[in-house]
C-alpha cells in the first residue's frame, strides 16, 4: 500500500507569515509523530499522537507551534509567526501499535523561512 | 535524558572495504535501538532493529549490527560496501515502555558514507 505521505514538499514563506503542513499516515497506523531536522542533524521529537489523542508534545520548540489529528488519521502541524530559526525539514512517521512495528518516515517538508 | 552519539561523521570508502559505523546511546534502561539509512533524495527508510533476543542483527542489503549493553553500543557493520551503500545513516533509540509500544526515536546526528567506486 501507499507509504507516509507530505504536502507540500518545499515551502518558502516569509518571516512572520504562518504555515501549514500535512501528513497522511499509513492507513491503520495508530501512531502518528512528527519530527524536526535541522541541516547536519538528525531529526529530532516534536509531537506525538495516539489516535487523536494529543499525548506528548514536549518536543514544540514554542507556543507558536501546533499539531493537530481530529480524526485520528490525517494530521497538521502548524507553525504561527514563522521565524528564520524554523527553517528545517519537518518529518512525519506513523507506526502501529498493538505491534513492535516500525515508524515509517514520510519525505518530509522542506522549509524555508525568509 | 536519553541521548545517541554517532562519532563518525562523514566516512569514505572504496567499493568492496568493511564498513563499521559507530552508534552510542545514553540510557541505563531496556531500550529498542534502530539504523536508519536515507538515500540521496530519498526518505528514511529502516535498515535494521534490535527489540530483543539475539544482540547480532542482520538487516537489509547485507547490513548487520550488535547490540553490547555493556559498552552501550550498536554498531553498524557490512563486509563489503557497494556504491549503492552511499548515503547518510542514522542510529536511534526509544524507550519501549513510552506511549505503547514505540515511543518517540532519539536519533545521533548521522553519519555520511561516500562510497567511491
Known amino acids: 500500500g501507499a507509504g507516509v505521505s507530505q504536502s507540500p514538499r518545499y515551502k518558502v514563506a516569509k518571516r512572520g507569515q504562518d504555515v501549514a503542513l500535512r501528513c497522511d499516515p499509513i492507513s491503520g497506523h495508530v501512531s502518528l509523530f512528527w519530527y524536526q531536522q535541522a541541516l547536519g542533524q538528525g531529526p529530532e521529537f516534536l509531537t506525538y499522537?495516539?489516535?487523536?489523542?494529543?499525548?506528548?508534545k514536549s518536543g514544540l520548540p514554542s507556543d507558536r507551534f501546533f499539531a493537530e489529528r481530529p480524526e485520528g488519521s490525517v494530521s497538521t502541524l502548524k507553525i504561527q509567526r514563522t521565524q528564520q530559526e524554523d527553517s528545517a525539514v519537518y518529518l512525519c512517521?506513523?507506526?502501529?501499535?498493538?505491534?513492535?512495528?516500525?515508524?515509517?518516515f514520510g519525505p518530509g517538508t522542506r522549509l524555508l523561512v525568509l | 535524558a536519553q541521548s545517541v552519539s554517532q562519532h563518525n561523521h562523514h566516512v569514505i570508502l572504496s567499493e568492496a572495504a568493511s564498513l563499521e559505523l559507530g552508534c552510542n546511546y545514553s540510557?541505563?534502561?531496556?531500550?529498542?535501538l534502530f539504523w536508519y539509512v536515507q538515500y540521496p533524495g530519498q526518505h528514511l527508510q529502516l535498515l535494521l532493529k534490535?527489540?530483543?533476543?539475539?544482540?547480532l542483527v542482520k538487516g537489509i542489503k547485507g547490513f548487520e549490527a550488535e547490540f553490547i549493553k555493556s559498552k552501550f553500543s550498536f554498531n553498524l557493520r557490512k563486509p563489503s560496501v557497494q556504491w549503492s551503500d552511499t548515503a547518510e545513516y542514522f542510529c536511534?533509540?526509544?524507550?519501549?515502555?513510552?506511549?505503547?509500544?514505540?515511543?518517540?526515536?532519539?536519533f545521533g546526528k548521522g553519519t555520511k558514507l561516500s562510497v567511491k567506486p
Open positions: 534490535y527489540f530483543s533476543g539475539d544482540p
Open positions: 512517521a506513523s507506526s502501529f501499535i498493538e505491534t513492535e512495528e516500525t515508524q515509517y
Open positions: 536511534a533509540v526509544n524507550n519501549p515502555n513510552y506511549g505503547g509500544s514505540q515511543g518517540n526515536l532519539i
Open positions: 540510557y541505563g534502561g531496556t531500550v529498542n
Open positions: 499522537f495516539q489516535n487523536e489523542a494529543q499525548l506528548d
